[in-house]
Nanobody, 121 residues
Framework: QVQLVESGGGLVQAGGSLRLSCAAS????????MGWYRQAPGKQRELVAG???????NYADSVKGRFTIARDNAKNTVYLQMNSLKPEDTAVYYC???????????????WGQGTQVTVSS
């Protein structure tokens, strides 16, 4: 089993910054993709930013230029630096990882418990 533990959410004023962290632990042979999604009330969960299996990054158009994703492979951790936050960034942010636990097993998808980010106007 693999656990994803998130931290760093909170309440911030518009224009402010927050940094989210997500650490993966458990039986991990390799991590394919890892990134952040968010879900606002009444909306579908959407990709915010993530690393592909090739190591490149993807960003939602709405966060390009404001958010930066980074990773520490030695710690199986990804970070999301969020700058110039807007009220429309308010959502529950979820960490997601696709993990291979051993060579003979398929990749499995894991989600964190979610962390609330609230941006006040």
């Amino acid at each position: 089993q693999v656990q994803l533990v998130e931290s760093g959410g909170g309440l911030v004023q518009a224009g402010g910054s927050l940094r989210l962290s997500c650490a993966a632990s458990g039986i991990i042979f390799s991590i394919g993709t890892m990134g952040w999604y968010r879900q606002a009330p009444g909306k579908q969960r959407e990709l915010v930013a993530g690393f592909t299996s090739a190591g490149s990054t993807n960003y939602a158009d709405s966060v390009k230029g404001r958010f930066t994703i980074a990773r520490d492979n030695a710690k199986n951790t990804v970070y999301l630096q969020m700058n110039s936050l807007k009220p429309e960034d308010t959502a529950v942010y979820y960490c997601n990882a696709v993990v291979l636990s051993d060579r003979s097993s398929p990749y499995n998808v894991y989600w964190g418990q979610g962390t609330q980010v609230t941006v006040s106007s």
